[in-house]
């Protein structure tokens, strides 16, 4: 059983430009979720996508958006970058809740971004 | 809104001395705690799950407990390796999805 990567490991984009980070949920996971991680602080929602459909959002701006595939692959896109964008970008994977009670999400290694 | 609390921030202990860290929450339904360790520049790595008050679990040298207001993440004879900063959550169900809500961590130090 494969865990949860991420690509790339690391990005230097500046101001204004747009990216995209890759994340591979880990086999049989059918939810991914997205969190932005600044230095010393935890992390922090962005969305959680369930059968290639958004179910979630946190407190982020449309220009944060993604896409979840079949293949238990999903993007994160960002546009007109901002130099507060430069994050931990962490993708986490799961089963679908089950009843009342939440499944455990597991984390890749995230991509560092950093905004020039 | 739902909040998470983790104190002290940072810790510095001896090996062998034992201590716990403290996550305080505020959440309407509680649907799940979770703690989780972070090695520096790497992603979360998944500890436990609690769901209900008096609950406890138990991995090598920790042991979490949760009550209704706050989790206890108890470690026992560290050792340097168990540095690392431990990240609690609570779970906030919003429009369905199972958004996690994360306290700021506590950073651990053990010293040899």
């Known amino acids: 059983e494969t865990g949860v990567t991420q690509s790339p490991t690391h990005l230097i984009k500046t101001r204004g430009q747009q990216v995209t980070l890759r994340c591979s949920s880990q086999?049989?996971?059918?939810?991914v979720s997205w969190y932005q991680q600044a230095l010393g602080q935890g992390p922090q929602f962005i969305f959680q996508?369930?059968?290639?459909?958004?179910?979630g959002r946190g407190n982020f701006p449309p220009r944060f958006s993604g896409l979840q595939f079949p293949n238990y692959s999903s993007e994160l896109n960002v546009n007109a970058l901002e130099l507060d964008d430069s994050a931990l970008y962490l993708c986490?994977?799961?089963?679908?809740?089950?009843?009342?009670?939440?499944?455990?999400?597991?984390f890749g290694p995230g991509t560092r971004l950093t905004v020039l | 809104e739902d909040q998470v609390t983790q104190s002290p921030e940072a810790l510095r202990l001896q090996e062998g001395e034992s201590s716990s860290l403290n996550c305080s929450y505020t959440?309407?339904?509680?649907?799940?705690l979770f703690w989780y360790r972070q090695d520096p520049g790497k992603g979360p790595e998944f500890l436990f799950t609690?769901?209900?008050a008096g609950e406890e679990k138990e991995k090598e040298r920790l042991k979490a407990t949760l009550t209704k207001k706050e989790s206890f993440l108890h470690i026992t004879a560290p050792k340097p390796e168990d540095s690392a900063t431990y990240l609690c959550?609570?779970?906030?169900?919003?429009?369905?999805?199972?958004?996690?809500?994360f306290g700021q961590g506590t950073r651990l130090t053990i010293n040899p």
């Open positions: 986490a994977s799961s089963l679908a809740p089950s009843g009342s009670f939440s499944n455990e999400q597991f």
């Open positions: 996508y369930y059968r290639e459909e958004e179910n």
């Open positions: 959550a609570v779970q906030d169900p919003i429009q369905g999805a199972q958004k996690l809500v």
């Open positions: 609690l769901y209900s």
């Open positions: 959440v309407s339904g509680l649907r799940g």
């Open positions: 086999s049989g996971h059918n939810t």
